[in-house]
């Protein structure tokens, strides 16, 4: 996709960024597109898929594959279809 989204975090927790760049301090946080990251999170609900409304995700040994896969999939949707939309 196109849109400035990055991924920080290991393990179990992880974070989605509407930011082109890794925040690297906390104030680069700042300098994330808002609505960018609501329309994000927007679009998981409305596929089924819940993560925190400040992009905070996390995982765990209960996740199946195919929870995995789902959750991977709506994320590969909602930002293909913004993606579309922003043009």
Not at 45 to 60: H, Q, S
Not at 67 to 85: K, S, V
């Amino acid at each position: 996709s196109g849109l400035p989204m990055t991924v920080t975090g290991f393990g179990t927790s992880m974070n989605l960024h509407a930011n082109a760049e890794p925040p690297a301090v906390i104030f680069d946080l700042l300098k994330r597109d808002a609505a960018l990251q609501e329309l994000v999170y927007l679009g998981l609900l409305a596929r089924g898929v819940y993560i925190a409304f400040r992009g905070m995700v996390n995982v765990g040994l209960a996740h199946t594959d195919d929870q995995l896969a789902r959750g991977l999939d709506a994320l590969d949707d909602t930002l293909a279809e913004l993606d579309q939309l922003a043009g």
